[in-house]
């Protein structure tokens, strides 16, 4: 495919998607965030790692992040800061997944490491606040995250199976988990950011209680989000997996 003809592909898939997306988007409900009045978790963050699956990192991340901007700025609602500074949110969900899933390599350096190497700067700033240090429990589902990406990139992918659903079913899962989780992680990262630092809105101690209290409604709701995206996904690729219409190849 000419350099022309592949440019115009790309950016025909980024406002496609990005569309679609930002739809999805509005029509999904928000959940309320615990302990932060106002501040809502997208429903549409689920679709994150299938974005990264079907578009590939760069792109999926690009269209979840374009989506997501098209949701804010084109369709009239009323954000908070908070609402704003999770913009990246889901866009690092997709990528991580990609990079999660991706057998390829980036300057000789296999992409799953560079999955580890997002959630080490996440988990190294979260330790960095004050609040983040005294919480260091509600990570250990994202340090779980870390172990199950190793996992996957140093033993599955190297792993033979007689039959190719039992490689990828886990595969898929550790994806869907990796990128629900990045975006969580990023996104309790910030609301320490916002309500302790920019806004001081909360004091240390109410925050790190309100962190606390949440770590089993965390639990489900992101569950039920890598439930929901993995399904999705393992269904995308019995699907299409083998075709030319997704940008992971898994085999």
């Known amino acids: 495919m000419s350099l022309r003809r592949r440019l115009s592909l790309e950016t025909a898939l980024l406002a496609c998607f ?5 739809v999805i988007l509005k029509l999904l409900p928000g959940i309320p965030a615990y302990g932060f009045p106002g501040a809502k978790i997208q429903i549409a963050v689920a679709l994150s790692p299938v974005y990264g699956y079907v578009l590939g990192g760069a792109l999926g991340a690009a269209s979840t992040l374009l989506g997501t ?6 369709i009239p609602s009323k954000y908070s800061v908070f609402s704003l500074a999770t913009i990246p949110c889901a866009a690092l969900g997709a990528l991580t997944s990609a990079l999660t899933l991706d057998r390829g390599k980036i300057l000789g350096i296999s992409k799953w490491l560079y999955s580890i190497l997002i959630y ?3 988990l190294s700033a979260w330790v960095a606040t ?4 005294a919480t260091l429990p509600y990570v250990i589902p994202h340090i779980g995250a870390v172990v199950l990406i190793l996992l996957k990139g140093a033993f599955l992918d190297k792993i033979k199976f007689r039959r190719r659903i039992l490689a ?8 869907a ?3 629900i989780l990045a975006d969580h992680l990023l996104g309790s990262l910030e609301g320490i950011i916002v ?4 806004l001081a809105a909360a004091s240390p101690e109410s925050l790190t209680a309100i962190y606390l209290a949440a770590i089993p409604i965390a639990l489900v709701e992101r569950g039920i989000m890598i439930a ?6 393992i269904n995308l690729y019995l699907a299409v997996g083998r075709s030319g219409y997704v940008r992971i190849r898994l085999e």
């Open 168 to 175: 990828v079913t886990p595969k898929l899962f550790i994806a």
């Open 195 to 198: 309500f302790r630092y920019v």
């Open 120 to 122: 080490l700067i996440l």
């Open 130 to 133: 004050d609040v983040g240090r």
């Open 69 to 74: 901007l098209l949701a804010v700025f084109l």
């Open 177 to 179: 988990l990796a990128g």
């Open 228 to 233: 929901a995206s993995f399904v999705i996904l």
């Open 18 to 22: 990005s569309a679609l997306y930002a």
